[in-house]
C-alpha cells in the first residue's frame, strides 16, 4: 500500500470578506490568527485503487468548486 500526505497553507490575504452572519456581515478581516491549512491524505492499494481525503479549514465550499477540485485531481494525479 502506497500513502501520500500533503499539506498546504491555504490562508487568504488579510482584507478579505469574512464568512458566517450577524456581526461577520459585510466586515473583512484586519489580521491573521492561526494560518488555514488544505490536508490531503491519499491511499493506493496495491492493485492502483485509490482513496482520498481532503480537508480544509473553511467554513464550506460550493458544490461547484467541490467537481471542479475532483475534475482537476482526476486530469492530473489519475
Known sequence: MEIS???????PPVGIRLGGYGHRFNKRSTHIVSPLYLRLLELID????SFVLLQMDLLGIY??????????YRQNYL
Open 5 to 11: 500526505y500533503v499539506i498546504r497553507d491555504i490562508t
Open 63 to 72: 458544490l461547484e468548486d467541490s467537481q471542479k477540485i475532483k475534475k482537476s
Open 46 to 49: 496495491p492493485y492502483g485503487e
